[in-house]
DNA sequence: CTGTTAGCGCGTTCAG
DNA sequence: CTGAACGCGCTAACAG
């Protein structure tokens, strides 16, 4: 009775061994499953185990081992975007197939936290991490930086380090959207994009543009607008556009909250300019207006970041080059509901 | 030289202490900051620490100084929930104040894998555990049978257990919903329910009934239904109320899939019922017909949640009873975006 | 089949 | 101010 049932204190494999009359040996291997434990043995512990209703000590145990913790750490910008979301769904959907689990941090854009986080997953010995990096220096994501510890960048390649990464197929979503509004007879074409130092921003900007290049059409300046992160900024921008006296026909969006914000602009001057953007919004053909969006599998990103990291923990041999995974993008029509009254 | 810088494997304080040519005690109290450290000692050590990456083993520490492992569990039902995720990134934002992390799981809905997914947080030794519980069934999640583990119900109040919890007001929601169609002029009013088995499921029903009750019109039973946690069967049962002789003028939906099924049949029909319902959408403004919600602070009931649970686990002295924590909710009104030339 | 010894990486305790 | 011994909870490696 020396370390025993104080509350808020669990018992040991030792207080189960005592209350059974065996070694903690006997304990560890009848929890184990080892087969080299007689069956009375292994009621006798099993009934202890229940009636302390003990439970092993993982962290002990993967120190012993040498097994680390069975953990993957997930660093995200933001976990109240349903992007970000799905993609933790998907990471956690094959973590748990491999009995592991997921530490979850929110960086919420800072390259500072991102870098303290990070750093405290690796202090916690997690067996890999999943990041979607908030800015451009990935030099601290770096598994040669890292003792090997494997890392997968997830919606953004690594600029200049050797690691793993699953990204969108941001240039061709873009391309085939501006193309399908060329292809409706739009020629001129407004563009709200991220900034240009996103390297998503920057694809998604490329694919604009050589869709309209493919056609035939001038890339004109005035019509290409970079939008701030900010929740109307967008909108000001589109109404600034479609305010032109010779205001585009069409708007293409760079993102969600970019598409909600021209979508307004849109509604409110009462303009009859198509609109597309990239991102799903999930809801869209409840929409007054129609609108065409750039999707993709969301789950599917967080789903290919966990199994390229789970390959790399579990790996024998690793790949001696990083590995890209691109995820293919579909062009998504929204049509407004219609009822039997229009029909 | 012994166990040194294989690829993969982290240095200890031992190959600090030997790189520094002093011995792991003077490592680890340098990493404490402990003052008795000369000067010249704690920079040898801290340049032999950056010269070998090193980082400390937070696990063993852990299990050195008993202070457990900094882990929040969090389960919840379905992560890619908008509602989950913000609830999460309100627990995580308040787990990182305090220095913690939150280790997320999924159960799906399902009882037995949140069996399993406390069992193993119970076993990684999280310090506390937030649940969404999946059923009505909450002996598992009894801190009384986890040797005092601390846990908090989130949405969900204990069904006969001592756990704290933080719950919405789905009485006080709907009962000011359902009011406010009746001041509308809505005296015939259908309700798309959940399950009563459901907590949430009742309550909402409750303050309908409540609020019909309250406004001395007649509770009529033809006018509720239950709907499944299918996606289109909201709809067919709105349909189905809406195509009666006597046709209800208004639906309160009792959550977020119900109000969508809800509003395609109104669409479909080209019905003019008004309609109301639990749950933000987020978007709705952007909608050809006005809506009525119920909403609140998702984070808030994340960060309550956290916060209850941290009390627990700093907790001197534990307050005798459960705590339960009730997150108030606001009517919100989307009305379609009007452009001038409708002005 | 079971028990004993030793040690995972670290920190407390007590000597120097 | 620094180091040596011991132990956290558990399990390999070796006895018996």
Redesign the interface.
């Known amino acids: 009775m020396s370390s025993s049932m104080a509350?808020?204190?669990?018992?040991t494999m030792r207080d189960v061994a005592a209350h059974a009359a065996v070694s903690p040996m006997t304990v560890s291997r009848t929890l184990r499953g080892d087969p080299r434990v007689s069956p009375e043995m292994r009621e006798r512990v099993l009934a202890s185990v229940e009636a302390l209703?003990y439970?092993?000590?993982?962290?002990?145990r993967?120190?012993r081992t040498g097994r680390s913790?069975?953990?993957l750490g997930l660093v995200v910008t933001?976990?109240?975007?349903?992007f970000?979301?799905?993609l933790?769904?998907g990471v956690?959907?094959l973590a748990?197939a491999g009995g592991m689990?997921?530490?979850?941090?929110?960086t919420g854009g800072d390259l500072d936290r991102e870098r303290q986080l990070v750093?405290?997953?690796?202090?916690?010995?997690v067996d890999g991490i999943i990041v979607v990096p908030a800015g451009n220096d990935h030099s601290h994501l770096d598994p040669a930086?890292?003792?090997?510890l494997p890392v997968v960048l997830a919606t953004r390649p690594p600029s200049g380090q050797d690691i793993d990464c699953v990204v969108v197929d941001d240039f061709g979503g873009s391309r085939r959207a501006t193309a399908a509004l060329v292809a409706q007879g739009h020629h001129r074409i407004g563009f709200l994009g991220l900034g240009r130092s996103l390297w998503t921003g920057a694809e998604r900007l490329r694919g604009h543009c050589a869709a309209l290049e493919e056609a035939g059409l001038a890339v004109e300046d005035a019509l290409l607008r970079s939008v701030a992160p900010d929740a109307g900024a967008a909108e000001t921008l589109a109404l600034e556009l479609l305010g032109r006296d010779d205001p585009p026909t069409a708007l293409f969006a760079a993102n969600n909250r970019n598409t909600?914000g021209a979508?307004?602009a849109i509604?409110?001057?009462?303009?009859f300019a198509a609109l597309a953007g990239f991102d799903d919004?999930p809801?869209?053909d409840?929409?007054?207006a129609p609108i065409s969006v750039v999707t993709y599998d969301t789950?599917e990103v967080g789903r290919r970041a966990a199994e390229l990291l789970l390959e790399r923990i579990a790996g024998e041999q690793q790949p001696a080059h990083p590995r890209i995974v691109t995820i293919g993008t579909t062009l998504k029509r929204y049509q407004?509901?219609?009822?039997?009254?229009?029909g």
């Open positions: 509350p808020g204190n669990s018992p209703r439970r092993r000590n993982d962290l002990a993967g120190l913790s069975g953990l933001n976990l109240s975007n349903p970000y979301s799905e933790a769904l956690e959907s748990s689990r997921v530490v979850i941090g929110n750093d405290d997953m690796a202090s916690r010995r930086a890292l003792h090997g909600v979508y307004r509604a409110e001057t009462g303009s919004l809801l869209a409840l929409f007054a789950g407004p509901l219609r009822g039997p009254a229009s």
